[in-house]
């Protein structure tokens, strides 16, 4: 029996800064092993999802420089969700309002197909729980679960192991900047990273599990507060940022900014964002950038945190 179908929902899917990326060392199945944690942040895709009278998936979105094919997370998830099914007629229309920058270390894309999974499961009537969910999206990216759960999360493994963390003080703020004629490709951010820090990489679980109880012990585990920002790490800022000018001016310019907690890159690149105390300091900061972010031909955002990931809207 085919389950029961509902018309039409909407989906929004938050984007994510990196506040802490660690590098630790190489796995057997070659991806890079990792201790981060990821804070989801209210810049957000919108999803709908609508039923068909086929079994086709189709994908449209209002962004033209998006591939809407099998190489989209979006159409990949949707295939995958169907296909553990096993009701091969099940077919939806979706439609994608892009927010996020493409390519950005923002993990836009990973949240879209965070944003199919947990929306063609309601829709479908599919009856999954949230870490079946989880399960799935491991399979299809990295960044993908931590999507799936949001707010703030310690990942480990690939990033796809999620431990949350108490959740994060809301009023803090963070301004991304980021330039929209450059997006930075991940696998090259990682190749670079090894071929430039490798020979220092640690070998060994234990050497990795040493470091993921550093990362346990450090101010995470407590909620975050302005009066004691933790320190913000991206071990792949360290090689993208010699090679992109973009994260170079980015920096430069976050860095003169007055009553900023911290200052980083997001992910791979090219996004870089500076941490604030509450969204009127993150405002007037963006404000005081207004020229010089226009004169570099940067976009900048004020977002507030927020403690969840993707979410069917009401
Ligand atoms: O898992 P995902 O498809 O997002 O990863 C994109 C690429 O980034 C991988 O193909 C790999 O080159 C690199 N990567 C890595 N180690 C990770 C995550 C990603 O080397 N933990």
Redesign the pocket.
Known sequence: MRPPLMGTITVTAPAKVNLHLE?LG??PD?????AMVMQSIDLADRLSFQTTADAALTLSCDDPSLSLGEDNLVIRAAQLLRSRSGFSELGAAIHLEKRIPIGAGLAG??SDGAAALVGLNTLWGLGHSRSDLERFAAE?????PFCVAGGSQLCF????LLEPLPAVQEFLAVLLVKDPRVSVS??????L??ELQGDRYLQGEDAFEQRRQVLRDMAWTQPIRAAEPPPLRNDLQAVVEPETPAVQAALRLLSTLEGTLAVAMSG?GPSCFALFADPTSCAAAQATLEQQLAAEGLQSWCCNLRPDGVRIDA
């Open positions: 590098v190489i796995r070659g991806f890079h092993e990792l894309g990973s299809l990216g990295s960044d993908m493994g690939r990033g796809e991940t696998p090259w951010a990682y190749r990273c090894r791979s």
